[in-house]
């Protein structure tokens, strides 16, 4: 029978069908816009309690079959095994359906790649980090916004920082934080000697601003003439921008824009997600002194993976993933095979909580 508490479904089932009558209801405005952003948040849930419960009271109508005997028990005794597996796999997807979700999945992201140890072939390795990003995003049909960018002198980046903007953007990249490593053989090298370098990558959600307070009196904020690769100068005016967070040392620079506004206000945005960020982590370390877990942090010092592409090999070194598709993976798409296996890797980590709480 129910592995699953008959309550909580019906809870679900009534948050769902009282949501339903709000709307129905004629609720307009602000009201309206809540409730609909419930019932989109709410309906998958909802048919999976539906479709639950029903199997369940099928199975009981199933066990009262067998437990009577005569003619039909025989045929209801054979349809149980494939009703007993489409419950535990119902069961299973609701159980992924309830547990805690994270506010910022939704969000968009704010994607920092920088070069890392060594030297050009590092910059360029950071360059196909990104292009590999800008691939997958493309295929998710999200849309990526370049902030600001550092030409590497032999090709690819010193550091690009970038908005992702695509729903669930953040839930797909959050555990693309940290260094990635690779092993390969770099254009220059004459006799074939495989060459290991990295990238730092980090994805922050984008923060609004009633998610972290700032006080002018907290900012430091420097105007400065931007300059271009060899000096040159951009403009004539001193329209660059670094604004430093003075409690938190934190400062962010930027100079892509004619004009000193846009560049204030998107380095307050960069500024706001680094801060956002930082707050969120205090938040779980105090939830969990073991919130770390196998999947990790999201820590820039911490390895994550390992690109070989002599080989052709990649590997993730907190869920022990390997694949031999680094080329397709590298091209964009197929990063999907392995964000997918870090998210359910992380789902089973929440779900073995859950279970040892009881």
């Known amino acids: 029978m129910a592995s699953l508490p008959l ?72 349809e149980r095994p494939a009703l007993v597996a489409r419950i535990t796999a119902l069961e299973h997807t609701m159980r992924l359906m309830l547990l805690p979700k994270d506010a910022a999945d939704e969000r968009d992201v704010i994607l920092e790649v920088r070069a890392g140890t060594g030297g050009d072939e590092a910059a360029i390795f950071a360059g196909d980090l990104f292009r590999m990003y800008q691939r997958y995003a493309a295929a998710q049909g999200w849309r990526v916004e370049v902030i600001s960018a550092s030409d590497g002198e032999h090709g690819g980046y010193k550091e690009i920082i970038a908005n992702i903007h695509g729903a669930g953007a953040y839930a797909k990249l959050k555990f693309e934080s940290g260094v990635h490593r690779v092993q390969r053989v770099p254009d220059t090298e004459t006799q074939g000697r495989i060459h290991t370098s990295a990238a730092t990558v980090a994805v922050l959600p984008e923060a609004e601003e009633v998610d972290i307070r700032i ?38 620079a930027q100079q892509t824009e004619k004009s000193q506004l846009k560049n204030k206000n998107m380095a307050m945005k960069l500024l706001r997600a680094r801060l956002y960020e930082i707050e969120r982590e205090r938040i779980d370390s105090e939830r969990s002194a073991a919130r770390k877990g196998q999947v990790g942090s999201g820590d820039r010092s911490e390895r994550i993976r390992t690109y070989n592409f002599p080989q052709g090999r990649l590997t993730d070194h907190r869920i022990n993933l390997t694949l031999y598709k680094l080329p397709e993976i590298i091209e964009g798409p197929a990063l999907e095979d392995v964000i997918s296996a870090l998210i359910s890797h992380h789902q089973a980590e929440l779900l073995a909580a859950e279970d040892a709480r009881g």
Request: charged letters at 30%; glycine letters at 10%; zero cysteines.
């Open 215 to 252: 006080e002018d009196k907290d900012l430091r904020i420097d105007v400065y003439r931007s300059s271009g690769p060899g000096g040159q100068s951009v403009n004539t005016t001193d329209s660059a921008v670094r604004v430093t967070h003075i409690p938190t040392g934190i400062s962010v």
């Open 7 to 78: 309550e909580k479904l019906d809870r679900i089932l009534e948050r769902f069908a009282a949501v339903e009558h709000g709307l129905s209801s004629g609720a307009t405005g602000e009201a309206f816009v809540r409730l609909s952003k419930d019932y989109a948040e709410l309906e998958p849930a909802a048919k999976a309690a539906k479709d639950l419960r029903a199997a369940y009271e099928e199975l009981k109508g199933l066990e009262e079959m067998i437990a009577a005997g005569g003619e039909l028990a025989a045929m209801a005794g054979d």
